[in-house]
């Protein structure tokens, strides 16, 4: 069975940071490649980074500099590292794992920023 899991969410104050994580299982990890997404309400899903299995990573423009991707085969684990969290960055994040037509995502995780 597949689980993406995500945590590390939470409310924290402009500029602040967050380190979210995703765990997964299920899948060999090492082989595919992994993004998180993040939903706003009233707003469509929207990539905010991805790192391939290769290890090459792409962030949206309104993040760069501010966040980074990694990830840990060896604990078949992705983070998300945000620093100088704006208000527009309050979403519900989510985790992907992309590999051929296997596509899952996890349950998402909510990163509220917020004075």
């Known amino acids: 069975q597949v689980q993406l899991v995500e945590s590390g969410g939470g409310l924290v104050q402009p500029g602040g940071s967050l380190r979210l994580s995703c765990v997964t299982s299920g899948i060999i990890f090492r082989v595919y490649n992994m993004g998180w997404y993040r939903q706003a309400p009233g707003k469509q899903r929207e990539v905010v980074a991805l790192?391939?299995?290769?290890?090459?990573?792409t962030y949206v423009d309104s993040v760069k500099g501010r966040f980074t991707i990694s990830r840990d085969n060896a604990k078949n684990t992705m983070y998300l590292q945000m620093n100088g969290l704006k208000e527009e960055d309050t979403a519900v994040y989510y985790c992907?794992?992309?590999?051929?037509?296997?596509?899952?995502w996890g349950q998402g995780t909510q990163v509220t920023v917020s004075s």
């Open positions: 992907n794992a992309l590999w051929g037509k296997n596509n899952y």
């Open positions: 790192v391939a299995n290769n290890l090459l990573t």
